[in-house]
């Protein structure tokens, strides 16, 4: 498929839930921008940000934990340090065992995304690392990250 050809990154007014985050300069690469497999750092760091502090992931000893077992990112433009990120969090799906978030890269104050993602969990009991039903008190927490005017 030609990049012409590709459907447009989602608008910032697609995401619900935001987190700021710098970029260093151990992020650019040789060819003078963010490396693609930071993406993939910011969208762990979000992701797991949003459920901490919401009391649902305890990353010591909580039950259940998520397990990442799919990843994506298309990218539309660079970013490169020193410049600031905004981390667009938005539902995706939600499933029996599985939540898929996606996530919106911007450059601080743009409206159009640099970059965006998509992260899915499958959430596990601890012990034995089954899959288990997404617990009724995280569903509906999640159900405020649905898609923005849904």
Known sequence: ??????????PRSAYVHWHSLPTLWADND???H??????????DTVVNSWLIA??????ATGDPIGL?????CRYAGSITYPDPVEIGLRLDRLG???????????????E?????????????????????????AWREALQAL?????
């Open 1 to 10: 498929m030609s990049p012409a050809a590709r459907a447009p990154l989602l």
């Open 30 to 32: 040789a060819y003078g």
């Open 34 to 43: 963010v490396n693609n497999a930071v993406h993939y750092r910011w969208f």
């Open 54 to 59: 919401r009391g649902l992931l305890d990353i």
């Open 68 to 72: 990442v077992v799919e990843t994506g």
């Open 96 to 110: 029996g065992s599985s939540v898929t978030y996606r996530l919106g890269v911007f450059r601080q104050g743009d």
């Open 112 to 136: 159009a995304a640099a970059a965006e993602g998509h992260f899915t969990h499958v959430y596990v009991d601890r012990a034995h690392r089954r899959p288990v039903p997404v617990p009724a």
């Open 146 to 150: 649905g898609p923005a005017g849904e």
